[in-house]
């Protein structure tokens, strides 16, 4: 079992950048496919980003337009999510998840599928 802790959100302006970490205990995420996702009030979790337990392979949701980078660190057992150009409608709770073997690409991006989940750090982007 693993357990996931997020940190790093924030209050920011539009245009600005905000680096999201996830931190894993109890057992090393190379074993997991490594998801963010996020969650806006009254709207289901949606897929951000995800990318397997080496690092080799990433997905990103349409949305990301290329602002968001996912990036597995398995020395320090993290996964970051750096974004920039941040927009208003980017202000949600983004949660770090973690999926068991076996992955594929539909699997990576569907949050019922994942294992373990994180407790959420909250993103706002407003001027």
């Known amino acids: 079992q693993v357990q996931l802790v997020e940190s790093g959100g924030g209050v920011v302006q539009p245009g600005d950048s905000l680096t999201l970490s996830c931190g894993a205990s109890g057992r090393t995420i190379r074993n997991y496919a490594m998801g963010w996702f996020r969650q806006s009030p009254g709207k289901d979790r949606d897929f951000v980003a995800t990318?397997?337990?080496?690092?080799?392979?990433?997905y990103y949701a349409g949305f990301v337009r290329g602002r968001f980078t996912i990036s597995i660190d398995n020395a320090k057992n993290t996964v970051d999510l750096q974004m920039s150009n941040l927009e208003p409608e980017d202000t949600a709770v983004y949660y770090c998840?973690?999926?068991?073997?076996?992955?594929?690409?539909?699997?990576?991006?569907?949050?019922?599928?994942?294992?373990?989940w994180g407790q959420g750090t909250r993103v706002t982007v407003s001027s």
């Open positions: 998840a973690a999926l068991e073997t076996p992955w594929s690409e539909s699997r990576m991006k569907n949050p019922d599928r994942y294992n373990y």
């Open positions: 990318v397997t337990g080496g690092g080799s392979v990433a």
